[in-house]
C-alpha cells in the first residue's frame, strides 16, 4: 500500500520535471516505475514521448511497439509511433499506424493530416486526394486553403520537393488553378530553374483570365468569398509587370477591401475596375452594392450612383442577350425603390 501511494507521488512529479527542462531526473523516475510495473502503458507512452522529445528516436520506437505489442490500450502508442514515423520519413509505416489508430478512435485532424502527407510523399497520389476530400467533408476549398498552407510552410523550411508533391495534388482537385501555378514558378525560381520558372509563367498567362471567369462570377458582394484565396490570387500582380490582368487584380482588390470593411477603398477598386474595362458590367454591379451599402438607402447621392450603375450594368447584360441577369438588375433597382423609368 505504502508503496503504491509512494508511486503515484513520483509519477506526479515527472511532468513537473519535464516542465522545468530536467530531463535526466525524469527518466530515471519514469524507469523506476516502469521497472516495477507501474501504470505499464502509462509511463511507457510517457517515456517513448519524452525520448521522442529527445530526439532518442529509437527508444521511443521501441517503447511505443512494446505497447502495440503487449497491450490492449494501443490507440496512443499507435498515434505516437505514426508521427515518429513521419518525423523520420518512414511513411509507408505511419500510413499504417494511422489507419491502425482509425480502428481504435475516430480520426482526429492531426491524424488526417500526417496520413495525407505520408500517401502524398509515398506517390500514392489519387489515394491521397480521395482521403483529403473525405476528411475535408468534401469541401474543395477548404481543402485547397489547406494544402496551400502546407505548401507555404515547406517553402519556407526549404523542402522544395515535397511542396512540388502537395502542388501535384492541387492539380488533380483543382486543374491549372493560378495559385498552384505562381507557387510552382516559385519553388522553382527558388531552386534555380529559371526556363521551368519561364514556361510555368508563360502558362499562367494563359490560363489565369479563364480561372478568373470560369471562378468568380461576381455578381453579389454578399456571398462569402474565401479571402485567402483572393489574397493568393492578388500575389500574380506583382509578376504582372504588363499589366494583362488589370481589370481582374481590380476587381479582386475591391472584393478584399470590401471583405476587410474598408468600402471607401473597394468603392475605389472597383472605379478603376471599370476605367479598365468600361464595357464589362462586373465593375458596375459590384461598385452599385458598394455604393447601396454607404448609402445605407439613405443618402441620396450614393443611392443615385448606385441605381446609375445597376441600369449601365443591366443594359450591358441586354447587348450579351444575358437576360437572366438583366432582370435581375432590374430586381436590385425596384429593390431600392428606384424612381427612374425603365
Sequence with gaps: MFENIKSIIVYKTIDKLIHNGQYESALEKLNQLISIGFK????????????HKLLMTEDAYSDYTYIINNYTQKADAYKARMNLNF?????????????RYEEYKSSDENTQKV?????????QCEEAKNYILEAFNQNKYKVLQYLFNKTAQLITEDDLSHALKILQIIDIIDKDN?????????????GGDKQKESEIMLKLRTVFPKYFISHFRFTDLYEERDLLEICFLLELKIFDKEEAFAYPMSILEGYRNYTEGHITDAKESFEKAIAICPQKPEGYVLLAETLQLMSGYKNSDFKELAEKNYKIAMQIYESENLLYKAENM?????????NIVI
Design 178 to 190: 493560378p495559385i498552384k501555378l505562381l507557387k510552382e514558378a516559385n519553388i522553382y525560381a527558388l
Design 115 to 123: 496520413k495525407f502527407l505520408s500517401m502524398v510523399y509515398t506517390e
Design 87 to 99: 518525423e523520420i520519413g518512414n511513411y509507408y509505416e505511419a500510413i499504417i499506424d494511422a489507419t
Design 330 to 338: 432590374r430586381r436590385q433597382l425596384k429593390h431600392l425603390n428606384s
Design 40 to 51: 505499464p502503458v502509462d509511463t511507457m507512452l510517457k517515456r517513448g514521448n519524452l525520448c
